[in-house]
T-cell receptor, first 113, second 115 residues
Framework: AQTVTQSQPEMSVQEAETVTLSCTYD???????LFWYKQPPSRQMILVIR??????QNATENRFSVNFQKAAKSFSLKISDSQLGDAAMYFC??????????FGAGTILRVKS | DAGVIQSPRHEVTEMGQEVTLRCKPI?????LFWYRQTMMRGLELLIY????????DSGMPEDRFSAKMPNASFSTLKIQPSEPRDSAVYFC?????????????FGSGTQLSVL
């Protein structure tokens, strides 16, 4: 079974600084997809960024980027120039082609002004 | 597009009562998922449908839980009888497909409290 591990229950970052959230996963597959979702206090789940396992280039979306290390099965999220609106619960998720999405336990990110 | 619509947003009920959660997926999305979120267990997939047919219900905790999708625009998750340990946020999500990197579109969730 696939598992997703987020080892940081909570992280803090100063506004305008950079923070990295960790995620590791366990799979025997070679073709799969990885996602980071953000859940603000409103409860809405919002896709932040996604990565295809067959792509070596790390995905980026404005201030958000990932460090995808396939051999190490690691998929960390870097948030640059942190803003107050980035405060939320962040979930790492894994999906094998055609299969269901499996989430990690989540990391609470607090942004200090 | 209104997105995935869930109702009610909050539900408070007493132990033993029947609870029905409702979901309207985004039009044209062939897949619908029901997730449960708790502090202890995080986000768990309960069941998902493809073209209104249940594909994987291995996450449904027990026989007290049932889900239906009578048509492409409506799904229900029913708990009968409800118990306090069922208290959680229940999310519905839909997506056009799962064969690519398609993202899930989530509803706002239903906060269920069973007293």
């Amino acid at each position: 079974a696939q598992t997703v591990t987020q080892s940081q229950p909570e992280m803090s970052v100063q506004e305008a600084e950079t923070v990295t959230l960790s995620c590791t996963y366990d799979t025997s597959e070679s073709d799969y997809y990885l996602f980071w979702y953000k859940q603000p206090p409103s409860r809405q789940m919002i896709l932040v960024i996604r990565q295809e396992a067959y792509k070596q280039q790390n995905a980026t979306e404005n201030r958000f980027s990932v460090n995808f290390q396939k051999a190490a099965k690691s998929f960390s999220l870097k948030i640059s120039d942190s803003q107050l609106g980035d405060a939320a619960m962040y979930f790492c998720a894994y999906r094998r082609n055609g299969n269901k999405l499996v989430f990690g336990a989540g990391t609470i990110l607090r942004v200090k002004s | 597009d209104a997105g995935v619509i869930q109702s009610p947003r909050h539900e408070v009920t007493e132990m033993g009562q029947e609870v029905t959660l409702r979901c309207k997926p985004i039009s044209g999305h062939d897949y619908l998922f029901w997730y449960r979120q708790t502090m202890m267990r995080g986000l768990e997939l309960l069941i998902y449908f493809n073209n209104n047919v249940p594909i994987d219900d291995s996450g449904m905790p027990e026989d007290r839980f049932s889900a239906k999708m009578p048509n492409a625009s409506f799904s229900t998750l029913k708990i009968q009888p409800s118990e306090p340990r069922d208290s959680a946020v229940y999310f519905c999500a839909s997506t056009p497909g799962v064969a690519t990197n398609e993202k899930l579109f989530f509803g706002s969730g239903t906060q269920l409290s069973v007293l």
